[in-house]
């Protein structure tokens, strides 16, 4: 029984860059009050390279792996090491970790809406489908792992 695949508008990507361009879109045209400043705010860079860091490491284990990365397809391995030791979705947290760095960096109360609604509709719409995928797929083994390994962190 093949489950119908998401659109391509539907990936966790798409959603990063979409709420990423509203965060700096709503930061300059309603700035609202300023949380953050100079230095301080800088310390949001450290925060994007960590999350660009964990995404690319991720993305590099699934790609030696030879499998999939998008969540409406079917993983043929079940990843547990590197960043995956520490978190059953690093990408997710990766992404939220470049919302939440961009949001410091702006600095302003608008930009951290953004990293919010991204941890909602990921915890909402995706991990409840990959966990559910990886539990059909590789049953004892990801529960197994489920119970050793945070979601998040």
Do not use: C
């Amino acid at each position: 029984m093949n489950e119908p695949k998401q659109k391509r508008k539907d990936l966790p990507l798409n959603y990063l860059l979409i709420f990423l361009l509203a965060e700096i879109i709503f930061h300059l045209v309603l700035p609202v009050k300023k949380l953050i400043w100079p230095p301080f705010n800088y310390t949001g860079v450290i925060i994007i390279l960590f999350g660009i860091v964990i995404n690319l490491w991720a993305d590099g284990l699934f790609k030696k792996y030879q499998t999939t990365v998008k969540p409406d397809e079917k993983p043929t391995y079940l990843i547990k090491n590197g960043p995956f030791r520490i978190s059953r979705h690093p990408m997710y947290l990766g992404m939220l970790s470049i919302l939440l760095g961009a949001a410091i960096l702006l600095g302003s109360i608008v930009a951290f809406i953004f990293p919010l609604i991204f941890f909602i509709v990921v915890s909402q719409k995706f991990i409840p489908l990959e966990e559910k995928n990886l539990v059909r797929i590789f049953g004892k083994e990801y529960q197994d792992y489920k119970k050793k390994t945070r979601k998040w962190i």
